[in-house]
């Protein structure tokens, strides 16, 4: 199981660029990938992204850093060198996707394939799955939403939410800034809490796992 997440210059797939890739392989732990590119200079480049990870427009477009295609072929690379390639993470069928875009555009959609695939679970059905084994229904927003985004699945899993929250652009919440590996690490704490009982990575020991979440 591998443990995904990515920083972008924003939210939409199809015209922002990925300039930070994470992840951490679960039967190893200590086998962990971590790299940052730049954004190619056509890229659409948000406010809210740059607040959420204390960027600049220039840090993203650094000459200096690796191409988003060479990121990506290392990650792939890094990828075949663990033994279960299914993904897990937070709305991670979001950053597979972002992930397959630039490799179709830079031509080395046989590289994804062949590395990486599709096939991943999702950190927010997971939770959803255990609270309403726990509590009878799913956690809702008054609209009806789901209730479980990283903030509500680090919650049920008793784990404080440190990270900086920006909402419609403006940041809501301060806090560290958001970093794919950290990303990684919380969500596979909360994967371990959820699916196990059990605590994962040593930084999280302090906090209790919910009576509710042990086996």
């Not at 797939?13 to 392989?25: A, F, L, R, V």
């Not at 000459?63 to 990828?79: F, G, R």
């Not at 509590?135 to 609209?143: F, R, T, V």
């Not at 509500?152 to 909402?167: A, E, H, M, S, T």
Request: with cysteine; hydrophobic share 30%.
């Amino acid at each position: 199981m591998i443990v995904l997440d990515i920083e972008s210059s924003g939210i939409d797939t199809g015209k922002c660029g990925i300039w930070q890739i994470g992840s951490i392989d679960l039967e190893n732990p200590k086998n962990y990938f971590l790299e940052e590119g730049r954004v190619d200079y056509d890229d659409k480049i948000m406010e809210g992204a740059l607040r959420i990870t204390g960027k600049t427009k220039e840090d993203l477009l650094d000459k200096n850093k690796q191409s988003q295609k060479e990121l990506i072929l290392k990650w792939l690379k890094w990828v075949r060198s663990c033994e279960e390639k299914l993904f897990v993470g937070q709305n991670v069928g979001w950053d597979l996707n972002f992930i397959q875009n630039r490799c179709m555009r830079y031509d080395i959609m046989d590289e994804f394939r062949k590395s990486a695939g599709q096939r991943g679970m999702d950190l927010q059905t997971i939770a959803q799955t255990r609270y309403k084994e726990i509590h009878g229904k799913y956690l809702l927003k008054e609209d009806g939403h789901s209730d479980m985004n990283l903030k509500g699945v680090l919650n049920f899993c008793g784990i404080p939410d440190q990270r900086k929250q920006v909402d419609d652009g403006n940041v809501s919440k301060e806090g560290t800034p958001h970093n794919a590996l950290e990303d990684c690490k919380l969500e596979g704490e909360c994967y371990s809490r959820l699916e196990y009982g059990k605590n994962l990575f040593p930084e999280y020991s302090k906090y209790k796992i919910p009576e509710v979440l042990k086996k």
